[in-house]
């Protein structure tokens, strides 16, 4: 039949320009590099439809019921966050347990002596809290870096181990401190990003992956004490300092422990430039992988590249299609012959 033919030849004209168009695509490497970034409104929209889609009364309710049970307020501000953001409601007797926590919690906060312990070696504070507003207001300072590498002169004196790590950051953050005042607080971010990782050295929040990190950015001793070769670790200060000033140092100290890479630093620094003080409880709901794939979209050309490919395969299935059924007719066909022929030599 003419339509018949007709379909065969548009099916395999569009095959065939299907295929000249992926070929073209193809050679234009578009999945060499797939993923590009999104920009700034675009990733806040991702992140708070993805976060949208988490956070429901089901998922959250026993969230917060178990950082009740733990006295884990870290973990319960970041849910109480994402409910008010969220519109959860949360049962009575919940609120008021969550009162009575806060309550005792901000009475051992007012211990003095506790919090002058908690200035003087960072190991002894109880709460981030209490590390928030007892020590790191000192250690910040000068005072803090000092006091590090006093600890550790005490150590190579006494024949214990130096911590290499602790001492480079130290010596970076008197620097960054030197800066500070140089540039009229354009060093700030290095400053706070150092400090954040002095500190977390010190409470062994690292994670194993990124100590190798900062290791392999230390230049040899000598350099380190001359205070040379500190450029690999000033960049990653830079990135966590970021953090520190969209979101706050106390929280950097948190979102350490989703840092493996160099890599996952800088977009834990761009994810907290979109989010802000919402980046820990966006990181909680989402984990990272889910968090920073929302940084970033397909590209355009391996959009294109995809479009055009599954268009060629359904095109070639449609012609394999248009095939498999003409050869079907002519068997029907043949067939429905013999019959006749048969029913006539009778």
């Given at each position: 039949m003419p339509w018949a033919r007709l379909l065969r030849r548009l099916l395999g004209a569009g095959a065939l320009a299907s295929g000249v168009i992926s070929v073209w695509l193809l050679a234009q490497?578009?999945?060499?590099?797939?993923?590009v970034e999104r920009n700034a409104d675009e990733a806040k929209r991702a992140l708070d439809r993805a976060v949208a889609r988490q956070v429901t009364p089901d998922w959250l309710l026993p969230r917060i019921n178990a950082a009740l049970a733990e006295h884990d307020m870290l973990a319960l501000e970041s849910y109480l966050s994402l409910a008010e953001d969220h519109g959860v409601a949360l049962p009575e007797d919940r609120r008021r347990d969550i009162e009575l926590l806060q309550a005792r919690r901000e009475s051992l906060l007012g211990q003095a002596g506790a919090c002058g312990a908690c200035a003087w070696d960072i190991t002894t504070c109880d709460s981030l809290q209490r590390l928030s507003l007892c020590a790191l207001p000192v250690e910040i300072t000068p005072i803090g870096d000092l006091n590090a590498l006093r600890r550790n002169g005490a150590a190579l004196a006494s024949g214990a181990q130096v911590d290499s790590i602790e001492v480079g950051l130290a010596t970076l953050g008197l620097g960054a401190s030197a800066a500070v005042v140089a540039t009229g607080g354009g060093a700030g971010p290095v400053k706070l990003?150092?400090?954040a990782l002095r500190l977390s050295r010190r409470l062994g929040t690292l994670t194993p992956e990124f100590t190798r990190v900062l290791r392999a950015s230390l230049p040899p001793r000598r350099a380190l004490l001359r205070g040379e070769g500190l450029g690999p670790l000033r960049a990653l200060a830079a990135d966590l300092g970021a953090v520190a000033r969209n979101t706050s140092p106390a929280d950097t100290l948190l979102l350490?422990?989703?840092?493996?890479?160099?890599?996952?630093?800088?977009?834990?620094?761009?994810?907290?430039?979109?989010?802000?003080p919402e980046t820990r409880p966006a990181l909680l709901a989402l984990g990272k992988a889910r968090a920073?794939?929302?940084?970033?979209?397909?590209?355009?050309?391996?959009?294109?590249?995809?479009?055009?490919?599954?268009?060629?395969?359904?095109?070639?299935?449609?012609?394999?299609?248009?095939?498999?059924?003409?050869?079907?007719?002519?068997?029907?066909?043949?067939?429905?012959?013999?019959?006749?022929?048969?029913?006539?030599?009778?």
């Open positions: 490497s578009p999945f060499a590099a797939p993923w990003g150092v400090t350490l422990r989703q840092v493996d890479t160099a890599e996952d630093a800088a977009r834990l620094a761009r994810l907290s430039a979109i989010a802000g920073f794939r929302t940084l970033v979209r397909l590209s355009d050309m391996a959009r294109a590249a995809l479009v055009a490919l599954a268009a060629l395969v359904a095109q070639l299935a449609g012609l394999a299609l248009s095939l498999v059924l003409r050869s079907l007719r002519r068997q029907i066909a043949a067939t429905e012959s013999r019959r006749l022929s048969c029913r006539q030599g009778e």
